[in-house]
């Protein structure tokens, strides 16, 4: 059965009456073509039949998505309110990835972008997510434990992920995991209402690398974000979730120099 009546279908049997996708014939048969392709956006479609009209809607399919679009788009449709908190954050920007993703799918079959502006639009939607996920995370954790804080410079510690594999090399592609490895910078312990605690900053950032992998790794019935690989990291499996900068600098200097 073609998916436009597919849509169809299930839009009459929820509403009990004849009902219209609203599709132009040109958007029916891209669309067509987007669920013929991937048995998976044919599901999310039917699932989320006014996912289609967005689709038609979206006045210039040949338009690349940059990062400055993402943030548009998740500020004025996804976290508007600015107050989304826990789960609901968490599903929301699920809905946003797969969102987008059909999108660049939908590009690429109908032939509104290339193969590799594809690549291109995929690792950047990650590194959005990541971004995202991480800023939700690490202000969720520093008004539990504090902020961490680099004693020898009096400022915030500093923290960085940095992507490798396909991700890495901007190509990233719909099936692939995300190869991260986590730093940080700053030896001390958090600071809370003006106060030291004893929470530590490799305590804090380790907490944080914990609570980022699962997160990003999470499934519900419908959505995740993405698969995380970290054995790319000093020591493999066995090593620690996150180092220093400066015990990563020693690492790659000596044992992993190779």
Request: proline share 2%.
């Amino acid at each position: 059965m073609a998916f436009a009546q597919e849509l169809q279908i299930l839009i009459e049997s929820s509403t009990g009456k004849e009902a219209s996708t609203n599709l132009k014939n040109e958007a029916q048969a891209q669309i067509e073509k987007l669920t013929f392709i991937s048995r998976l956006y044919r599901k999310a479609l039917l699932q989320e039949p006014k996912l289609s009209d967005w689709l038609e809607q979206n006045k210039d399919p040949s338009e690349t998505f940059s990062y400055s679009h993402l943030e548009r788009i998740w500020e004025s449709v996804f976290n508007k309110d600015h107050c989304i908190q826990g789960r609901d954050f968490l599903e929301k920007l699920q809905r946003f990835r797969r969102l987008m993703s059909i999108r660049i799918a939908f590009r690429e079959v109908n032939q509104f972008s290339t193969i590799k502006d594809s690549l291109i639009e995929l690792s950047v939607l990650a590194e959005f997510c990541i971004q995202t996920i991480y800023s939700y995370t690490y202000d969720e954790l520093i008004k539990k434990e504090g902020i961490p804080w680099n004693e020898e410079l009096n400022e915030p510690a500093r923290f960085c992920i940095l992507s490798l594999g396909k991700l890495g090399a901007n190509e990233l592609n719909f099936c692939s995991d995300i190869d991260l490895i986590y730093t940080y910078q700053g030896q001390g312990f958090c600071i809370k209402e003006g106060k030291q605690t004893g929470i530590s900053n490799q305590e804090f950032f380790t907490k944080l690398c914990q609570k980022l992998t699962q997160l990003i790794s999470l499934r519900n019935s419908s959505y995740f974000l993405y698969n995380v690989d970290l054995r790319l990291r000093p020591d493999g499996e066995q090593g620690l979730i996150i180092r220093s900068f400066t015990a990563m600098q020693n690492y790659y200097s000596s044992a992993g120099q190779t």
